[in-house]
């Protein structure tokens, strides 16, 4: 990214995560706690306490794979638009009135392949599984929020 306009983004869904494993709740609203993630979800780390999916990664994956499975069956947090997550490490992305610091790039696991057939091995490379990071501030995120990176990309990250 050099310089120019802010590319802005959208939210476009908040999952919860109820148990370890367990069924993904859509949210209308998500309240996200600073240090922890959100409010009531379970499965969070010091350092993965959210993930992210870019919607035109997870569409371009269902297209070649000839599938319309819900983006839920990630099992990420959130789902954008708008912004690239790719190549993202150490960078602050604004999900609505909250910031994330981005840790790293979120590995998929058998899991998705019980969701659909190829859809772990279509998630290696280009960061098309999503992102996982920590939360920095205490808010309240809507789907329809708009998404923005709050920093410019530094070679080498963290």
């Known amino acids: 990214m050099e310089g120019g ?3 802005t983004g959208r939210v476009e869904a908040l999952w919860s995560k109820r148990a370890h494993y367990g ?12 240090g922890h993630g959100i ?3 379970t499965g969070r780390s010091s350092t993965r306490q959210v993930t992210i999916i870019a919607k035109e990664q997870w569409d371009a994956m269902m297209a070649e794979l000839g599938a319309a499975v819900d983006p839920s069956a990630r099992r990420a947090n959130v789902m954008v638009s ?7 490490r150490g960078r602050t992305l604004r999900v609505g009135g909250v910031r ?4 790293g ?3 998929p696991c058998e899991r998705m392949d019980e969701a659909l057939s190829g859809l772990r091995s279509a998630m290696g490379g280009e960061w098309r599984g999503g992102v996982y990071g920590q939360v920095l501030d205490d808010g309240v995120v809507t789907v329809g929020d708009a998404v923005s990176w709050t ?5 080498g990250g963290d």
């Not at 859509?26 to 600073?34: G, H, K, Q, R």
């Not at 708008?82 to 993202?88: P, Q």
């Not at 920093?151 to 070679?155: A, V």
Request: proline residues 5%; charged residues 30%; aromatic residues 2%.
């Open 5 to 7: 306009p802010a590319v």
């Open 82 to 88: 708008g912004v690239a997550l790719a190549d993202s």
């Open 100 to 103: 994330i610091r981005i840790r």
């Open 23 to 34: 069924v993904m709740d859509p949210l209308d609203v998500a309240t996200f706690v600073a």
């Open 39 to 41: 409010e009531g979800s």
């Open 151 to 155: 920093d410019r990309k530094e070679e």
């Open 105 to 107: 790039e979120t590995h």
